[in-house]
């Protein structure tokens, strides 16, 4: 399917960011998590990829460790944002940069030595795909960070508890990658999935990539509280972070690709 309407026609990329990277609170929490994989578990600087970069916010949090950053989306309209962005941050513009590609039919340009991907891959149906396209990007002794939904986290539970009691916006898919909610957004198909996370694992190591490192990130995706109480709900994912509580909505995954 292609994703393009969805993503360039929408608005989605900016509900995102608020929800995502509003500052404050959320902001705080994110130093932490960044700081905690470059300085606890040592990830190199080194050339990334960003896959599935938005306006980019995230690729300047891996510059600010020191990283060479290539974003890369599927939307020319997050691409622009993402370049206007960087032309506000002068000093990054040799070590941050933006490629327009799909991430199922990953441009040759896109290259470097480590991919990071928070919270993409539960949006691509062929998903297993856009993983194997990455994989081939990783150089040896290089690192894949993945952030993801988890089907068996609490917030999954409590979604599909609740739906009986609800009308529904979306259609329910059982599969064996995990659970898919399939909707409409602004006219163009949308999609949600919260992954069985061995369905990953399974297939970064069909890529030659294996597990070194799995934390618990957030008990309940931002997105789905009202903003007002978002900065209450940073500091509670905060502590679950901190104290790598189990059941977690979000997971960080770090994979790697032995020499």
Known sequence: ????????????????????????????????????????????????????????????????????????????KAIEAARSNAARHPECAAQVRFEQSSLEDLSPAVQGEHVHCRGVFMHIPDWSKALAN????VKPNGYFVVFESNATSVEGFIVRLMRPFRKNRSELKKTPAGWEFWSEYQGAPFLVRMFHLDAIEKEMEK?????VKQRSLFVVDPLRVPAAIRPLMARINHLWFNMNLPFASGVIQIYQRKA
Request: with cysteine; aromatic share 12%; glycine share 10%.
């Open 134 to 137: 990455l994989a081939t990007r």
């Open 1 to 76: 399917m292609a994703l393009h309407q969805t993503y360039n026609a929408t608005d989605i990329h900016q509900i995102w960011k608020d929800a995502y990277h509003p500052g404050g609170a959320q902001a705080s929490f994110d130093d932490q998590v960044y700081d905690w994989m470059f300085h606890t578990v040592q990830l190199p600087a080194g050339k990334w990829i960003d896959s599935g970069c938005g306006t980019g916010d995230l690729c300047f949090r891996l510059w600010s460790h020191g990283c060479q950053v290539l974003g890369v989306d599927i939307s020319a």
């Open 207 to 211: 890529a030659g990539l294996h597990l």
